[in-house]
Nanobody
Framework: QVQLVESGGGSVQAGGSLRLSCVTSTSIYSTFCMGWFRQAPGKEREAVATIIGGSSIYYRDSVKGRFALSRDNAKASVYLQMNSLKPEDTAMYYC?????????????????WGQGTQVTVSS
């Protein structure tokens, strides 16, 4: 059973924008910290943005100022607005419910994963 469902990926040119969405159950949303990860071919999955305690948001350095995580409690959803996209942002993006809440979580810290949504940025 899929616990988190992402959407919003696609192909854009460098400098473009995409908005990813992740909807989950209210029980998961209210229990776990939420985060966005990405994984490029041949690379490890890495945290992109994390929200802890419902209001503290952290970003990896390479996306600061370009990406923005937001949430909608009524919809048990988190979003990732991605602006000024670069080719190096190309990856499969995953939404995660984190059993271990930290500023820079590891993939092993996730309890649940979405199926992923592909983001491709061309130069």
């Amino acid at each position: 059973q899929v616990q988190l469902v992402e959407s919003g990926g696609g192909s854009v040119q460098a400098g473009g924008s995409l908005r990813l969405s992740c909807v989950t159950s209210t029980s998961i949303y209210s229990t776990f910290c939420m985060g966005w990860f990405r994984q490029a071919p041949g690379k490890e999955r890495e945290a992109v943005a994390t929200i802890i305690g419902g209001s503290s948001i952290y970003y990896r350095d390479s996306v600061k100022g370009r990406f923005a995580l937001s949430r909608d409690n009524a919809k048990a959803s988190v979003y990732l607005q991605m602006n000024s996209l670069k080719p190096e942002d190309t990856a499969m993006y995953y939404c995660a419910a984190l059993a271990v809440c930290s500023e820079y979580p590891r993939s092993v810290d996730a309890r649940y994963w979405g199926q992923g949504t592909q983001v491709t940025v061309s130069s």
